[in-house]
């Protein structure tokens, strides 16, 4: 991974140009803890964090909610390059009981929606009080599963994003902006 001055990162084969700053980011997510806080202050919320994108922006967001809360992490995983395909899956699952709990799930991205709409069903079966999902970024043209977003950080183009836990291919998740892809 390299940066240079022209807001532009090189991973593998691939340029991505910034689309959200460090400074942008950080003031998106502490509006969502802040609007969260005012919903969920005394509801002792259960956090759920999808692995591996979302951890970056759920270790952000929990910090931005004032209030008592918990975390749990959940795997599901079917994500390749830059393309979203095959079934989703529980790799890791959750051990917290759900039962009338309040649920917010955090979410980096919804692309297609298939992860959310499976773990949404999931989540529902297991009788929680309310989910409120959270999405870092979604790209509205890419919807191919209906799935309700409370909270969306920032509504994208379909083009592939790096950066704030998204990765290319294992790497780009420690770079603190969003970037774009860059199409030739
Ligand atoms: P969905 O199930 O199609 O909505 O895809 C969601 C998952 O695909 C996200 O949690 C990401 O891990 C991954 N993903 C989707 N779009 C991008 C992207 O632009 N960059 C990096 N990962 C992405």
Do not use: W
């Not at 502490?30 to 509801?43: Q, V």
């Not at 830059?82 to 790799?91: A, E, F, H, L, N």
């Not at 309040?102 to 999931?122: A, K, P, S, W, Y």
């Amino acid at each position: 991974m390299t940066t240079n001055p022209n807001d532009q990162v090189h991973i593998r084969d691939l340029s991505f140009q910034l689309l959200y700053s460090e400074a942008m980011v950080r003031e998106r997510v502490n509006a969502l803890g802040a609007a969260l806080t005012e919903t969920h202050k005394n509801l002792n919320p259960l956090f759920i964090s999808i692995l591996s994108g979302a951890f970056v922006f759920a270790s952000d967001l929990i910090r931005a909610f004032d209030g008592d809360c918990e975390i749990g992490f959940v795997k599901l995983s079917s994500y390749k390059g830059t393309r979203s395909s095959g079934d989703v899956q529980t790799v890791m699952g959750l051990e917290k009981d759900l039962k009338g709990r309040h649920i917010v799930v955090v979410e980096d991205i919804v692309d297609t929606g298939r992860t959310l709409h499976f773990f949404h069903n999931h989540l529902q079966e297991q009788g929680p009080a309310s989910i409120t999902t959270v999405a870092f970024l979604r790209k509205p043209s890419a919807i191919e599963f209906p799935v309700p977003v409370e909270y969306v950080g920032f509504d994208i183009e379909n083009k592939f994003v790096v950066g704030y836990g998204l990765d290319y291919d294992g790497l780009g998740r420690n770079i603190p902006g969003v970037y774009q892809l860059i199409e030739e």
